[in-house]
């Protein structure tokens, strides 16, 4: 008699589950709103710091070209940097790859190229474990145990008879009778 294994009702119930799950989607949109205005807000004070506005209503010629000048100079001191911070990005994802091969060969999560099938007698495996040293022969066929032809032909019943004859007495009604009064004969 199988067991009656008794439903577990929900804690919350669908309706309520359904309000929270709401309620959290729209305070994670409203958070992810805030990081955005605040990323902006950054990206402007930095922007303040390392570029002022420019007064150059008031310039001569000459103060122009040297503030142009001053601002090539530091447009390359920056893409200098710039150029030195991707070096140092490539060498370092370079550097991770490699580890990353080094970490994976060493877990052993390479391809395993496909094994051949080698016939290999019981003697060699065990020289090669054991080393040329021990000399075991191990004959595995010496330990079987013989058996005789002749006593599995005396236990099997002779019958030498055509199957043909058998096949043709044993069909329509008189050899269904014949199998079931065979039956019923060894059943008492």
């Known amino acids: 008699m199988p067991e009656h294994v008794q439903e577990r009702k929900p ?11 709401s309620l959290m989607v729209a305070k994670a949109k409203e958070e992810l709103e805030q990081e955005i205005l605040v990323k902006e807000e950054e ?19 000459a103060q122009l070209q040297d503030l142009c ?14 150029y030195d ?11 991770i790859k490699d580890l990353n091969i080094k970490v994976l060969d060493l877990r052993g ?13 019981a003697d060699a495996i065990l020289r090669s474990l054991l080393g ?17 032809k002749e006593d599995t032909e005396k236990k ?18 008189e050899g269904r009778k014949k199998m079931f009064d065979a039956a019923k004969g060894s059943a008492q």
């Open 69 to 82: 000048r001053e601002l090539h100079a530091k447009v390359d001191v920056v893409d200098e940097e710039r």
């Open 85 to 95: 911070i991707e070096a140092k990005v490539m060498l370092n994802t370079r550097e």
């Open 132 to 148: 040329s040293k021990h000399k075991v022969s191990m004959d595995l066929r010496a330990n079987l145990k013989s058996v005789k």
């Open 109 to 121: 999560k390479f391809k395993r190229p496909n094994l051949r099938r080698v016939r290999v007698s």
């Open 156 to 173: 099997r019943p002779v019958e030498d008879s055509d199957w043909r004859k058998n096949v043709e007495a044993m069909s329509g009604m």
């Open 43 to 61: 990206k402007h004070k930095y922007l303040a710091e390392r570029a002022p506005p420019l007064n150059t209503s008031s310039l001569s010629l």
């Open 11 to 21: 804690k919350i119930s669908a309706s309520r589950k359904l309000m929270l799950k």
